[in-house]
């Protein structure tokens, strides 16, 4: 296996020191990141080729670091959970970021595939490498960093950049601006300004809400009529009938392996763990256009998103593998545990919950569905994409900020639970196609023109490899003008065993061109 060697590691300080003295210590983080788990990152990785000479040279990276570093200063602190009543706090503001330099003997073409694309598989430790260590345990989260890059510089001189973020300080939206604005502040240092988005508009890092409305609101649970949340009681168990919310989940895909979120069957003792594997699948835009013709009804005629019709395409599909490996094992397929189906869904938008500009902080409620297993196994595409149609058109800016109040008001936030059955049979996928994941450039070629990443994913790990969880992610050809710009990487996770019904399983990419 190719080895990525650690040659060093530096401390990342803001460069001005008001910087930190401008902001309120302790950071207070708000309502919808206490709600992530503190033990999940957010975590990325870029790779850029070797077209100039000296690609992202180390001390110009650093030294940008260091300036974006004054837009988002409480990034240098350390994280603090407040076990009474779940907030959470940012502390010892100053003690720094932290960026490592790593080396690979490999070149890029030691990891391409045949037709030339890089893919996970093929990357140092399936891209793990390239990332910088995690430890997730508390005592680990809270003593270190809250913000880690990795600089790996491959043997033909092209750069993997591996970024990990705490997910409680912000979400997937958050963490690609601050990389833009690195990128701005970066490419201002080699021409000599700093004409950068981050200075023309500072990022907004306080989160909303940060401060509990009047206790007396309690209980003043809204009405909607979505996926059910409730407090906990010492048992596990909604208190009384008022502690009850019917509302979406707040629980990302990105924090699943969250033991306090998430109810699991228990295994049984005698078998073993089954095995997950992740992959990373292409759906040309040609295939994806032929699943949204027939993801859409012909007796309503209801207008189906890209997303919406090959959510309900990969649901649909693993839901089916399920029953047949069950049945091909002499299992009841009665017998699966969940049919539900979670999304996250970003409010910064003006026509959303109008979150100030460039919002940092997570900013994100789930839509929850729960399908009956007999339109999942007998429905047509079309039920199945106009009923997660429904669910996620459905949820109204009212009810998402009705469900924020009545979070920001609980006295304490670690009682609140969500009604998701996270269990087998259960599917998560998380939009990032539309995210400018190709956008991020640091170096501009002879024409002036930035040099776009050839390759971005986040990488499965041992937080991701869950059964059932998917992202959408833009591919390389994003933002040209091509016919294959619309193309999307499927990364899903799945037991082995699925993966071996679905290869055979003629219906899953019945749509793609042979």
């Known amino acids: ?81 407040d076990k009474s009543t779940g907030s959470r706090y940012i502390t010892k503001l100053g003690e720094g970021a932290e960026l490592l330099l790593a080396e690979t003997t490999t070149t890029l073409k030691d990891h391409r595939t045949g037709d030339t694309r890089l893919i996970l598989d093929r990357l140092p430790g399936q891209g793990n490498d390239l990332l910088p260590p995690f430890d997730p345990s508390e005592e680990a989260v809270c003593s270190s960093p809250l913000l880690t890059i990795q600089h790996t510089r491959f043997a033909d001189g092209s750069v993997a950049l591996g970024v990990r973020g705490l997910h409680t300080v912000c979400d997937a939206s958050g963490l690609f601006q601050f990389m833009q604005d690195l990128a701005g502040i970066y490419r201002g240092l080699s021409a000599g300004e700093e004409s950068t988005a981050a200075r023309r508009c500072p990022p907004h890092i306080t989160s909303y809400p940060v401060s509990n409305p009047s206790a007396t609101t309690v209980t003043s649970a809204p009405a909607c009529s979505s996926a059910q949340f409730y407090l906990k009681s010492s048992t596990d168990q909604p208190e009384n009938e008022a502690d009850e919310l019917a509302i979406t989940s707040i629980q990302d895909p990105e924090t699943v392996e969250d033991k306090h979120s998430l109810k699991k069957p228990p ?211 994003q933002g040209e003008q091509c016919d294959s710009a619309g193309d999307i990487d499927v990364c899903l996770a799945l037991q082995d065993c699925l993966w071996d019904v679905l290869e055979n399983d003629v219906g899953f990419r019945r749509f793609r061109k042979s």
């Open 1 to 81: 296996m190719p080895r990525v060697s650690t040659c060093s590691r530096h401390t990342l300080l803001c460069t001005s020191p008001t910087s930190i003295a401008n902001i309120e210590s302790p950071f207070p983080l708000g309502t919808l990141d206490c709600l992530v788990s503190y033990m999940i990152p957010t975590a990325v990785v870029f790779i850029y080729k070797a077209t100039i000479h000296n690609v992202i040279p180390t001390d110009r990276l650093q030294r940008a670091l260091a300036r974006v570093l004054d837009y988002y200063p409480h990034l240098t602190g350390r994280l603090l959970l």
């Open 267 to 477: 295994l049984e003792t005698s078998a073993p763990a089954p095995t997950i594997t992740g992959r990373t699948l292409r759906f040309t835009s040609a295939e994806i256009h032929a699943i949204k013709a027939e993801a859409t009804s012909v007796s309503t005629n209801t207008w189906i998103s890209t997303f919406e019709a090959l959510s309900a395409h990969i649901c649909q599909s693993i839901y089916r593998a399920r029953v047949k490996h069950r049945i091909s094992s002499g299992q009841l397929p009665s017998a699966i545990p969940s049919s539900d189906f979670l999304t996250p869904i970003d409010w910064r938008a003006p026509n959303r919950l109008n979150f100030p500009a460039r919002y940092f902080p997570n900013a994100l409620l789930c839509a929850v569905k729960t399908f009956s297993p007999e339109m999942l196994v007998d429905g047509t595409l079309a039920d199945v994409a106009e009923a997660m149609h429904e669910t996620i058109r459905n949820f109204s800016p009212q009810q998402a900020s009705q469900i924020v109040d009545w979070m920001s008001c609980q006295p304490d936030k670690q009682l609140i639970e969500q009604r998701f059955d996270g269990s087998e049979g259960s599917c998560m996928i998380s939009a990032w196609q539309k995210i400018d994941m190709y956008g991020v450039t640091f170096d501009v070629d002879a024409e002036g023109i930035g040099v776009k990443p050839i390759f971005v994913a986040q990488p499965f790990t041992e937080i991701t490899l869950w059964d059932g969880l998917c992202y959408l992610l833009p591919t390389e050809k």
